[in-house]
Structure formats: C-alpha cells, structure tokens
C-alpha cells in the first residue's frame, strides 16, 4: 500500500511538473516586466502630487530618513522620483528593457545599501532576482524590443551605411 501511493504520489508529482514547464516563456517573461514595473510605480506615484509634481514629503524623506550619502538631496529626489516614473513604463512596453531593469536593480542596490539594509531577504532580494531575470532572459515577445529588433531583421541596414 505505501509503495502503491509513494508511486501515485510520484506520478502525480511528474505530471504536474510537466504541465507547469508548458507555460509559455513570454507570459514568464511579462509577468517579470510587469511585476517589477508595478512595484516601483507604486513607490514613485506616492513620491509626487499630480501628475510629477515632487511633494514636500519626498523631500523630507530623502532628507531625515534615506539619507543617500552619493547624491546631495536635490540631485537624489528628482533624479529617484522620475527613474521611478519612466524605468517602470519603459519595463511595461517592453522597450530597452534590459537596460530599464539594470536601473532598478541598481536603485535596489543603493536601497539596499544605504536606506533599509535590513530588507535584503524580505524584500529587496526578490527585486534582484526579478531584475536579473528580466536582463537575462529579456522582454519577450510581447514588447517593443522584440516588435523592433523583428523590424531591423526583416529591414537589415545596407553595408557601408551607418
């Protein structure tokens, strides 16, 4: 009887391990976009008022807890505030996005280092595994990358021609 269901068991294991690596690499690949893309949205939208405007509290944040001692406060807030923005929207069409998920990695990084280093294993190494992921394995096909880099196959540049 226990072997019968240690087998079973066995089987049923192999089979659901099969129907999981059937799920298309592209849904892997936007859901990693989106996922990292919704995450830094979300902080960034609780940084300005209005559409982009930086709010006073955002300064207060950078200046009494963050304390980021790379970047004087007036360089770090906009320059965090609008890479929250864009890096997050480049990540959701897919367009350079390896190079939008290098940037939040690196924003991770300096999080991780400079604001809340105790966050590393409940939150801040998920981001890294999801960036990595996203600079590895790439946008996938439902993005402008993939839309372009099928265009410039299809129209290759003539020779001699920059």
Known sequence: MKMKLKSSIGKAALTASRQLARIPADVVQLTLRLGLAGVFWASARTKVTGALTISESTYFLFEEEYQIPILPVDIAVPLT????????LLLFVGFATRLSALGIFVMTLVIQIFVYPSAFLSTHLGWFAIALAVMSFGPGRWSLDHLIAKRQASHPTPEGVN
């Not at 505030?81 to 997050?88: C, G, I, K, R």
Request: proline share 12%; glycine share 0%.
């Open 81 to 88: 505030t609008y890479a929250e923005h864009v890096l997050p």
